[in-house]
């Protein structure tokens, strides 16, 4: 592996070597987190899917393990969940391991494998596919969970431009419960990676649908939309909301999906999505691996004022990760300000936190800069209510045409205040304000670390306090 290339990230799980996509399988068994992923272990390009495999005790630092699934007679092994099924109703043994994926050969289907050894090791079922339907071509990306209330297993599965669920007592022989997503939502490209799971609000359960799609993000590309409603053990019935409603406006979220079997005891919700864009993925100008997770992140529901929508913010664990802290006077700013020397050993691994509070200000902005002029600019209009990055003038830029054509623009409530966490690894950016109701994560290829930070505002003043930032290890 080379870890010293320039854009390989800190604090972020990246492949040891080849390309990767989505995060796949993610469950927790016996004190590790697993994470699987799509991955090539033969080039840093999309291309011959298998499953990478890593695990972690605390989601911060984890281990790469050997390659879990690899391409058999059914096809390459594309996206898809695992639990444990502590009832042992597939028969495969209690506690068994079993990773639902699909197939992706002449056509796609769905088939399972099981491992009894903590996932080091993954047998094939020997009577796979477990499910197809080859009148659609795009149907795969099963996920899987336990529903208690109608005690049966539940997939959803990307069925085209739908989500459809299916039922199974015992993860081999499923039957068709219903289908959701004609007429609601975004319909600009194909849907995948779904993702049904409860949330509490107010201490009334909800059930959130994950539904990723490329093309049709609110900024062009992959992105992942969701709805809010209630799950019945058959069918998913939204709550009437203004669709789509997006978990992230960053252009570098993907395919992000839930951690199945968090003990109860714990009771999170923990999400890790795919840090990049099919727009450009390809492209990308890493060398010996492509593509990085997003910080692994608690979904929560939150109300912004108007209506539900879901939370993210960095699962705590992630706090551990800071090392030497600056701190920074709180600034009165009437026009402008800047912080130079933001870290003394600045290799670019970092994180910010601030509050900004807009006294008569119509805008502010604030932009990470190097000393090549290269920056990264967040602007929060607080007349139009949007949070816009722009990465126009970021670094490198010419290995495709569709990374920096436009600013990346997210719906932004009107507040008294603003806190501010924005994180930085290498080649990335994730901004999560008020405890992530609004979150943009955006990748970014400067060929020096941004070590300054300027705050500018129109009209009025804007107050700055409580400035830390942190050097991550
Ligand atoms: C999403 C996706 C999935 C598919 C996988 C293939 O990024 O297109 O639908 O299973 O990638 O790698």
Redesign the pocket.
């Known amino acids: 592996y080379n870890y010293d290339e320039t854009y390989r990230p800190i604090y972020h799980f990246s492949p040891p070597y080849g390309w990767m996509?989505?995060p796949n399988g993610m469950v927790y068994k016996d004190g590790e987190y697993h994470l699987f992923y799509?991955y090539n272990p033969y080039g840093t390009r999309?291309g011959n899917?298998h499953w990478g495999h890593a695990v972690s005790k605390n989601l911060r630092k984890w281990e790469h393990l050997p390659v879990a699934l690899f391409p058999d007679a059914l096809g390459t092994i594309?996206?898809?969940s695992a639990v444990i099924d502590k009832n042992n109703t597939g028969g495969f043994g209690k506690d068994a391991l079993i990773a639902i994926y699909?197939s992706?050969g002449k056509n796609q289907t769905q088939s399972i494998a099981y491992s009894l050894d903590n996932g080091r090791t993954f047998t094939t079922y020997n009577q796979n596919p477990v499910l197809t339907d080859s009148n659609i071509v795009?149907f795969?990306?099963p996920k899987v969970f336990w529903h208690d209330a109608s005690a049966q297993w539940i997939m959803s599965l990307?069925t085209s431009q739908t989500i459809t669920f299916y039922g199974s007592k015992n993860l081999k022989e499923w039957n068709k419960l219903s289908e959701f997503g004609e007429g609601i939502g975004s319909h600009g490209g194909?849907w995948?990676?779904p993702d049904l799971f409860p949330l509490t609000y107010d201490g009334k359960t909800k059930w959130v649908l994950f539904v990723?799609i490329?093309p049709g993000g609110p900024n062009g590309g992959?992105a992942t939309q969701y709805f809010i409603g209630d799950f019945n053990g058959k069918t998913f019935t939204p709550d009437t909301m203004n669709y789509p409603l997006w978990l992230d406006y960053g252009r570098d979220n993907?395919?992000g999906v839930t951690w199945s079997d968090i003990p109860a005891t714990d009771g999170r919700r923990l999400f890790i999505g795919?840090m990049n864009n099919?727009d450009y993925a390809n492209n990308t100008p890493t060398e010996n691996f492509c593509s990085a997770m997003t910080l692994p992140r608690e979904l929560k529901l939150a109300h912004n004022g108007e209506h539900l929508v879901v939370s993210s913010i960095p699962v705590k664990e992630i706090n551990e990760l800071r090392r030497e802290n600056q701190r920074f006077d709180n600034q009165k700013i009437e026009k402008s300000y800047t912080f130079d020397k933001l870290l003394k050993d600045n290799v670019g691994a970092y994180e910010m936190e601030f509050v900004v509070k807009p006294q008569g200000a119509t805008a502010f902005e604030f932009k990470l800069f190097n000393q090549n002029n290269e920056q990264m600019r967040f602007i929060f209009d607080l007349k139009n209510k949007t949070l816009a990055v722009d990465r126009s003038k970021s670094g490198k830029l010419d290995f495709s045409d569709n990374f920096a054509q436009t600013v990346i623009n997210a719906p932004l409530p009107t507040k008294n205040s603003y806190k501010i966490r924005l994180f930085v690894d290498k080649n990335s950016t994730e901004i999560f304000v008020n405890d992530g109701e609004v979150v943009q994560t955006n990748t970014m290829f400067p060929t020096a670390a941004y070590n300054s930070l300027s705050f500018d505002n129109e009209q009025g003043i804007i107050s700055v306090e409580n400035i830390n930032v942190y050097n991550l290890k």
Do not use: I, P
Request: charged share 20%.
């Open positions: 996509n989505d799509q999309w899917m594309f996206s898809g699909t992706a795009d795969r990306d990307a194909v995948e990676c990723s490329n992959s993907y395919a795919w099919w």
